[in-house]
Each structure stands twice: as structure tokens, then as C-alpha cells.
């Protein structure tokens, strides 16, 4: 396949997404092959090292912005009188559960985003202690008052090590959310962005 035929294929593989992301996706790769066959790669090597088109057209659909694909995913056709009609008296209904839907999403998030940063508060906290216990330790043992300077240093060093543990869990919390967050967007990217292919 030639530069022109594997652009041409893009196109038809991307008809579906708005104009001005299919025209920056056709001449992204354009540039790409332009570089490839600058440094001495044939037309059909060059077109063969950047992938296959459909692969290619998925992927430039899963990177589209979420608003974008919700829109492509949207029926195009004007609606009839009697479709309008309905969708105004059945909104008591529909609009509060589809509302109700999302702020329990919502807050299903919001809550465990509290939680782990309330977990990393108290590891902040618990440092704070830490740092106070060993600064009133010193000072009880300027003071010559041994035996509080010491039942003082072993609060602070155990204080120290929950403060250690919690500041570890709460970083591997926040890394796990921010994932799932990331894999539950993509996943709903890609139920969006996936495409029949149809039977050349």
C-alpha cells in the first residue's frame, strides 16, 4: 500500500469522527510517513512500519475527548413531534432518576476520594506528633528529666512508624483510585469509540 491509498483508508476509516479531528489524524500521519520516507524508507516500507489502518482508526477514536464521542454516539436524526412529546411528559420520571443516577455516582466517588485523603490527614498528623514528641524529648532531657524525655522519644518513634505506614497506604490509595478513575474513563472511551467494521 502506497502513502495515498493508506491515507485514503484512514479517511474512510475515520468518517465518522468531526472533520477537524479526521483532517489533523490524515495529516498527522501524512507528516509521519513524509519523515520516514525522508530518511530513506520506501513508500510501502514507511506505510507498513506506521500499523494497520483499523488499529490506527481505533486508537485516534479511544484518544478523542469523552464530549466528542458522546456526541458522535448521539442520534443525528431530527425528532418527530410525537417523540418530543413524549420525552417532555415523561421527563418527571426519567429526569430525576437519570439525576438520581448520577449524583449517587458522584458521591460514591467523592466518598472514597474523602476517605483516603482523610486517611492521609491523619498520617500528616501523626508526623506533626512525631516531630513535636522528639522536640519535647530533647527539651525534657536538657532539663535532666530523663524518664519523661525517654517515655516521650518512644511515643514519637511509634507514632513515627504508624505515621510511616499510613503515609504508604494513603499514597498507594491515591495511585489505585487515580487508576481506577483512568480505567473507568478509557473503558467508557473505548464502549464509545468502538465502531462496527463493516465487510469490504
Known amino acids: ?47 507498513s512500519s506506521v500499523g494497520d489502518v483499523s488499529e490506527i482508526a481505533s486508537q485516534i477514536r479511544a484518544d478523542l475527548p469523552l464530549p466528542t464521542l458522546m456526541r458522535m454516539k448521539m442520534p443525528r436524526r431530527q425528532l418527530r413531534p410525537w417523540e418530543i412529546i413524549l420525552l417532555i411528559l415523561g421527563s418527571p420520571v426519567w429526569l430525576p432518576i437519570l439525576a438520581s443516577l448520577f449524583i449517587i455516582l458522584l458521591s460514591v466517588y467523592l466518598v472514597i476520594w474523602s476517605l483516603v485523603l482523610s486517611l492521609f490527614a491523619v498520617a500528616i498528623y501523626l508526623i506533626c506528633g512525631f516531630v513535636c514528641g522528639i522536640v519535647l524529648s530533647a527539651l525534657n532531657y536538657l532539663h535532666v528529666d530523663l524518664l519523661h524525655a525517654a517515655l516521650l522519644f518512644g511515643m514519637s518513634c511509634i507514632l513515627g512508624g504508624f505515621s510511616i505506614i499510613l503515609c504508604m497506604l494513603s499514597v498507594r490509595l491515591i495511585k489505585g483510585v487515580c487508576k481506577l478513575t483512568k480505567s473507568c474513563v478509557l473503558h467508557l472511551k473505548c464502549r464509545l469509540s468502538r465502531k462496527e467494521v463493516k465487510a469490504q
Open 1 to 47: 500500500m502506497n502513502k495515498e491509498a493508506f491515507l485514503s483508508s484512514l479517511r474512510h476509516a475515520l468518517a465518522d469522527i468531526p472533520q477537524e479531528d479526521l483532517e489533523k489524524s490524515v495529516e498527522f500521519y501524512s507528516e509521519m510517513l513524509d519523515d520516514r520516507i525522508e530518511d530513506g524508507m520506501t513508500e510501502e516500507a514507511a506505510v
